[in-house]
């Protein structure tokens, strides 16, 4: 039997009407995993790396495997962050996020690639080399959560945790053709999760539906009392709204300022047509302005560097992590275990909270970035969700733009702002557009809808109608590892 298409869902209901098992179904996607990650370069460790029964137990309830991106801690099994400052790092303890999820019933199917410490947005910075695009193995998936969008997209898995500090999920979904789904800040404690930028990094999580992104929501969200950040709300989510059929009473912003030059035609005309299907399904279009958009990429490549900065001092080879030729020389241990874009935003984050620049950069970026949750506040007094593009393009070649900082940055700017203001993003597949350098190649196009705080139950409505209503559409295609 064919799993690679099926969602968790539908997989749960094989499995309890008899049809097939949990074991046939791990096996069935461990096969698949093996056979196209020499391809892929998707996951960092196969469970056949480690145990000799493949990673199963059978004393595990659903058994349906989740990738989980190699960022999440669990314990006795090796955690990367995809760097070899921590390539032999075995973890003694669980993520609050995985240890919920494996309560749950499901397996953790190891570790899948990104970029090193969550720090991309191509899935090139990996120390173990670069994850490949299911639709094109010669372009990128997105990132920093590139390896778990790609083994979802590819059928080698049916859903995959992720993180998403800057678009770390929404952006490789776009470019994936996959669902991915980002709860607003807190929802899912980060205990257990390495950190990047600790005020902006959120779990999260990649699937084939709208509607397994809301059962995994609602399986690992919640307040945990080993992270102090973490919301009490309730997370359950109202069974009706996977009945609704159409957008009726709901009002959509769509903000002026996502719509810039520089977005590639063919993005904006799936875009454009999706906003107009949500119209025909009843819902309210609203002209909507968040007038400190321009400001995000400028404000989020300050905090975050800073953030990073005081994260990654813990990284010295002394403590822990990799250690130069039995060297005690931390400049050292850190410079061979560290790759460029890690060290990059480091020195960038040292240089702006020092002394003499913490005012002028760190301080002023931290002002604007409560102008820009205003921004947000305001317009959801107005509009129940708002409606945009998740990147400007779809997947480049790998390497085409990385040695242009600048330029991968900028394909962060429909992700930030959301980050910034702490609230729930998710991406739904909508269409295909051609990439610039290739007229006859189709590649996936993901819409962003971004929620008030607190408000992914609508993000999640919106999202499954859109979903249902482009179902055809979306499904005629498949990825070339497929």
Not at 9 to 20: A, H, Q, W, Y
Not at 41 to 56: C, I, M, R
Not at 221 to 231: H, N, Q, R
Not at 371 to 391: G, H, K, S
């Amino acid at each position: 039997m064919e799993f690679k298409n099926l969602s968790l869902l539908e997989l749960r209901d094989l499995i309890n009407s008899g049809k097939t098992t949990s074991k046939s179904i791990y096996d069935y996607f461990l096969e698949r995993s093996t056979k196209y990650n020499p391809e892929l370069n998707a996951y960092n460790t196969l469970p056949s790396e480690k145990n000799p029964d493949n990673g199963w137990n059978g004393n595990v309830g659903l058994g349906l495997p989740i990738g989980v991106k190699d960022l999440f801690c669990e314990k006795w099994i090796r955690t990367t962050a995809s760097s070899l400052m921590l390539e032999n790092f075995v973890s003694p303890y669980e993520s609050t996020v995985t240890d919920r999820m494996k309560k749950a019933g499901f397996i953790s199917f190891w570790k899948t690639n990104l970029d090193e410490f969550a720090m991309g947005g191509s899935g090139e910075n990996s120390a173990f080399g670069p994850t490949k695009n299911p639709w094109d193995p010669s372009r990128i998936p997105g990132g920093s959560s590139s390896g778990s969008a790609a083994v979802v997209a590819a059928g080698l898995v049916p859903a995959a945790l992720g993180t998403d500090t800057g678009g770390s999920i929404r952006q490789p979904a776009s470019m994936c053709g996959v669902v991915g789904f980002k709860p607003g800040y807190g929802r899912n404690s980060r205990s257990g999760v390495i950190a990047m930028a600790s005020s902006l990094d959120c779990p999260g999580y990649f699937t084939r539906t709208v509607r397994d992104a809301g059962l995994l929501y609602e399986i690992t969200a919640g307040a945990d009392p080993m992270d102090m950040t973490s919301l009490t709300k309730d997370t359950k989510i109202d069974e009706k709204i996977w009945e609704k059929k159409d957008l009726s009473g709901i009002k959509i912003g769509v903000p002026k300022e996502y719509f810039i030059d520089g977005i590639d035609l063919g993005v904006r005309h799936e875009i454009e047509a999706t906003i107009e299907t949500c119209r025909a399904l009843g819902a309210t279009i609203v002209d909507v302005s968040l007038p400190h958009t321009e400001y995000g990429i400028s404000v989020y490549y300050i905090i975050c560097p800073a953030e990073v900065s005081s994260n990654m001092g813990r990284y010295d080879g002394i403590r822990y992590g990799h250690v130069a030729d039995g060297s005690f020389n931390i400049a050292k241990n850190r410079e061979e275990g560290l790759g460029s874009e890690v060290q990059r935003r480091s020195l960038v984050g040292s240089y702006v909270l020092s002394s003499g620049f913490y005012d002028a950069y760190y301080k002023k970026a931290s002002a604007v970035r409560e102008l820009i949750r205003d921004d947000f506040t305001q317009a959801f007094r107005e509009v129940d969700v708002l409606l945009t593009p998740t990147a400007p393009t779809v997947a480049w070649k790998i390497w085409e733009k990385w040695s242009d900082p600048l330029a991968l940055y900028l394909e962060d700017i429909f992700t930030i702002p959301a980050s910034l203001a702490g609230l729930p993003g998710l991406v739904v597949p909508v269409g295909f557009a051609s990439p610039k350098d290739d007229a006859s190649l189709e590649l996936p196009v993901g819409i962003q809808i971004i929620g008030p705080v607190l408000g992914e139950e609508k993000c999640l409505l919106v999202g499954n109608v859109i979903e249902q209503a482009l179902k055809e559409k979306i499904g005629s295609k498949h990825p070339k590892i497929w």
